[in-house]
């Protein structure tokens, strides 16, 4: 039977994740140059508009629809056709179909948007509008089946409770082999690169950490226990590695940042996502602790080999993934929920090192040739001069501010 309260928490919880792709957009906005703010914006943006059209179409149906091979979903739902808004579907008992799909949408649009940050300031816009659309399809969807849809990846015994896997490690792998495809921006290392603004990179982390309680406790499908966990879990990470990234920062850039700050939450929310239910406050606050010291140093680490992931998405979202995959193995069952019946740590740690390694190899790949498709037809850079003059005006004849 469907039940009202837990209907009304996963559609509220389905609003707090799609808050957190405009949250995203100011992130990223803030970070960049004053004058690629409005098209950075777009980036996350128009990623609402895309996703939210190809997931009815196909995307639900390709990620959750009835099994081919372990692989992927068939097209038996292409235009939600008997995903019914009354009827409960074949992931919960307890909310209606289009319920558990409008919050897969969420997920689906947001992961794309992670990737843009690799290439702010560089990319055309209509190949952005390409890429959103074939990545979604081709790498999100699939992945998203393997672990979540009835896949391969889920029966081998992968945890992945809210998205670790399927959002953070492909959107990091994917960001990493774009950010080398579509090479450096002009400038860079040598010139400064931003941020243009502080505050708003703040808001738009506020933002995210409001909206990652839906992202992590939603994903429960109930209004129950295993939410309330997660919503602890998901705050205590975040806080824990906001502080591990300021004393990181503190140590060796003798400066606690206020963009440091931002960075250490966000990747301490990633870490503690494939985790979320299944761990308690005690492992999630080493979790967000640990998340801030690797994710911190691979930043710094690119940056040394002058790998322009202009938002360091492979350094917060790929190693806060893995991390936090890695780590869900290693703490499954200390303080919350318990390992699978039968199954050992030492195997739960093996498992989930295949689903880091799937996630990480599909991603790579398949977007590698999802960007060497765009760069030899349509072009992936905008042109030196729209690159000098900012994509702001060169692309959507716009800026953020009239000063």
């Known amino acids: ?58 995307g639900y149906s390709l990620a959750f629809g009835p099994d081919i091979g372990g692989f992927v979903g068939n097209l038996e739902w292409f235009g939600l056709k008997d995903v019914s808004a009354d009827v409960a579907g074949p992931y919960s008992d307890t909310i209606p179909h289009q319920a558990f799909m409008i919050f897969q949408a969420m997920f689906a649009i947001i992961t794309p948007a992670l990737v843009t940050g690799a290439f702010a300031e560089r990319m055309k816009f209509g190949s952005l509008c390409v890429f959103i659309v074939l990545w979604v399809t081709i790498v999100y969807a699939p992945l998203a089946h393997w672990v979540w849809g009835g896949g391969w990846l889920g029966d081998v015994g992968a945890l992945d409770f809210a998205g670790g896997t399927v959002v953070h ?114 492992p999630a606050l080493i979790i967000g602790l640990g998340a801030g010291v690797f994710c911190y140093g691979m930043v710094k680490l690119l940056r040394q080999f002058k790998v322009d992931d202009a938002l360091a998405v492979f350094g917060v979202h790929g190693v806060g993934g893995i991390w936090g995959a890695l780590a869900t193995g290693l703490f499954v069952g200390i303080g919350y929920a318990a390992l699978a019946d039968g199954v050992s740590r030492g195997e739960q740690i093996v498992d989930q090192l295949i689903g880091i390694g799937s996630a990480f190899g599909w991603s790579f790949v398949v977007t590698g040739v999802i960007m060497l498709a765009i760069k030899y037809t349509i072009g992936l850079n905008a042109d030196e001069n729209s690159e000098s003059i900012g994509l702001d005006i060169s692309e959507h004849g716009e800026q953020a501010f009239e000063l």
């Not at 928490?9 to 949250?23: F, R």
Request: no cysteine; aromatic share 12%.
């Open 1 to 58: 039977m469907i039940n009202s309260g837990d209907t009304a928490w996963v559609l509220a919880a389905s609003a707090l994740v799609l808050l957190m792709t405009p949250g995203l957009a100011f992130f990223y906005g803030g970070l960049v140059r004053k004058k690629n703010i409005v098209s950075t914006l777009m980036y996350s943006f128009v990623s609402m508009g895309l996703v939210g059209i190809v997931w009815v179409l196909w």
């Open 169 to 282: 490690i492909s959107a990091g792998a994917g960001a990493l082999v774009s950010a080398l495809i579509i090479g450096r921006r002009m400038g860079f290392p040598e010139q400064p690169m931003g941020p243009a603004n502080v505050p708003m990179v703040l808001l738009g982390a506020g933002l995210l950490w409001f909206g990652w309680f839906g992202f992590n406790a939603g994903s429960s499908l109930a209004a129950n226990g295993v939410a309330t966990n997660a919503f602890v879990v998901t705050n205590t990470a975040a806080a824990a590695a906001m502080i591990s990234w300021l004393i990181m920062a503190w140590l060796f850039d003798k400066k606690p940042s206020a963009v440091g700050a931002a960075s250490g939450a966000v990747a301490g929310l990633v870490a503690i996502t494939p985790a979320a239910g299944f761990v308690g406050p005690m």
